[in-house]
């Protein structure tokens, strides 16, 4: 069952997600390879965020144009897109979690805006999500920050050598942001051939790891994590704004004010309506994710960090400016509170994918015991 579930789990989450997942497949030459890095969300948005390598500071809000606007908007499209597909395709799944509550499908969009401000948000017209310029560039800088701190050593080296940046040195996140955009000129001023050009390149080269393709690869394998972090956390934060529009958070909060008013306390009620809220958006969101995974978790293959709320809750938050402990008058639920609420719901659903995993795997084994006797 293992082996032919793996590929179709790849598969779903190539077919599914936009290109930069797919850069690092065999049997792409070094051109194809350097193209596929260069054009990722990840890099691109370094580009944009970080366009001189003077970098001042690492929160400097960035001037824009409309078109780098408009791209971002198409990214952060698609990557909804992502969502919805994978709701309808869960979606009798999704409804049983969330007892009945969950619509079938709804309209989303995604507005981008450029105030400094820290939006993430849906509209009043509950189908535009609204996120800001300043959310998107603490997508990144919460990529680069969470890999630095929490990637092996030597998989890091591979890609970023920052074993020389201290984790208290001033300015770390600065210089952090430096090497990559150092690493990132390199793998531009890579030469690059088509597959019998890096053949040859292979056999003319002096050593075999100064030709382009086994460099252009293995940087393409040892940036899968950076990747992934960084498209795993707006995958996190856009599946729970989607999650507030399908699992009508908005009829459901006036309905709880209105119930609220026969309270003692009508804004405490209305509060703890609120933080429920959030915490089912957040449930939403990692269960939906967990399951774009397939039979198996990722980080198995090396494509770790895809449910996103971990570098989400630990980085983007904060880099993001959202106000830790207080939203509409109310005390927020605890940042780690709400990281270790998504852990335990994600951990559970593998629990149970392997439960019946291992249950699938029994009756294949009586089954084939059954026809050899
Ligand atoms: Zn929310």
Redesign the pocket.
């Known amino acids: 069952m293992l082996s032919v579930k793996l590929p179709l789990a790849l598969l779903t989450l190539t077919m599914l997600l936009p290109s930069c997942c797919t850069c690092t497949c065999s049997g792409s030459s070094s051109g194809k390879i350097k193209k596929g890095i260069l054009n990722s969300y990840l890099f691109k948005a370094a580009d944009r965020f970080y366009p001189t390598t003077e970098i001042s500071s690492a929160d400097k809000f960035p001037r824009l144009n409309d078109k780098q606007l408009k791209e971002i908007e198409q990214e952060m499209a698609d990557l909804l897109k992502t969502i919805q597909k994978l709701h309808s395709k869960e979606y009798n799944y999704v409804n049983k979690v969330f007892v009945g509550r969950a619509l079938a499908k709804a309209d989303a969009k995604i507005k981008i805006t450029s105030r400094n401000v820290p939006i993430c948000q849906v509209a009043p017209d509950n189908a535009t999500i609204e996120l800001d310029v300043k959310i998107a560039q603490a997508l990144f800088r919460g990529a680069l920050l969470d890999y630095f701190d929490h990637t092996d050593v030597f998989f890091r080296e591979q890609f970023l050598k920052v074993s020389d940046i201290k984790p208290d040195e001033p300015d770390r996140e600065g210089k952090i942001i430096k090497t990559f955009m150092k690493k990132k000129s390199e793998i531009e001023r890579t030469a690059t051939h088509t597959c019998v050009g890096d053949v040859f390149d292979m056999v003319s080269a002096d050593r075999l790891e100064e030709s382009s393709w086994p460099q252009l690869a293995g940087v393409g394998l040892s940036s899968v994590g950076l990747m992934n972090r960084y498209q795993g956390s707006a995958l996190f934060m856009i599946a729970?704004?989607y999650g507030?529009i399908v699992l009508q958070h908005r009829e459901r909060l006036k309905k709880a004010r209105e119930e609220g008013l026969k309270e003692k306390d009508p804004i405490a009620a209305e509060c703890q309506a609120r933080a429920g809220l959030?915490s089912e958006?957040d449930t939403y969101a990692v269960v939906l994710l967990t399951n774009l995974q397939g039979p198996i978790p990722m980080e198995m293959v090396g494509m770790d960090k895809i449910t996103g709320y971990d570098n989400f809750f630990r980085y983007v938050y904060q880099l993001g400016g959202f106000p830790e402990d207080r939203q509409q008058d109310c005390s927020y639920p605890d940042l780690d509170q709400r990281r270790i609420l998504a852990r335990s719901v994600e951990e559970a659903i593998w629990q149970k994918k392997e439960d019946a995993l291992s249950m699938e795997l029994d009756k294949q084994f009586i089954k084939l015991i059954e026809k050899s006797q």
């Open positions: 729970h704004e507030h959030e958006a």
